[in-house]
């Protein structure tokens, strides 16, 4: 499984932008998926999980802020962040996690300016 995230970019506090995670094959049988984000010096941290079945899970301090989705047909995941903030400001990745592997993708830069 390769996993290539895109949509990252320099936006102002209280902007949207939307991550795309886009996946070699299929996603259908993939039993979760998630978005990961790292700043330098600190280890990468999960932001929000999607499972095959649509179930999400989103961390607090982006709850409420940040939606994961994904779509079969196009092989995809998103993160749609709202109300970015500063503190948002990270390398986002996408991850996979497929018999018993462990998938990542290059990573997007996501700099909120305040």
């Known amino acids: 499984v390769q996993l290539q995230a895109s949509g990252g970019g320099l936006v102002q506090a209280g902007e949207s932008l939307r991550l795309s995670c886009a996946a070699s094959?299929?996603?259908?049988?993939?039993?979760?998926m998630s978005w990961y984000r790292q700043t330098p010096g600190k280890q990468r941290e999960v932001v929000a999980s999607?499972?095959?079945?649509?179930?999400?899970n989103v961390v607090d301090i982006v709850k409420g802020r940040f939606t994961i989705s994904r779509d079969n047909i196009k092989n995809a995941v998103y993160l749609s962040m709202n109300s970015l903030k500063p503190e948002d400001t990270a390398v986002y990745y996408c991850?996979?996690?497929?018999?018993?592997?462990?998938?990542w993708g290059q990573g997007t830069q996501v700099t909120v300016s305040s």
């Open positions: 991850k996979a996690i497929y018999s018993g592997m462990v998938y």
């Open positions: 999607i499972t095959a079945r649509g179930t999400t």
């Open positions: 094959g299929s996603i259908s049988t993939i039993p979760i």
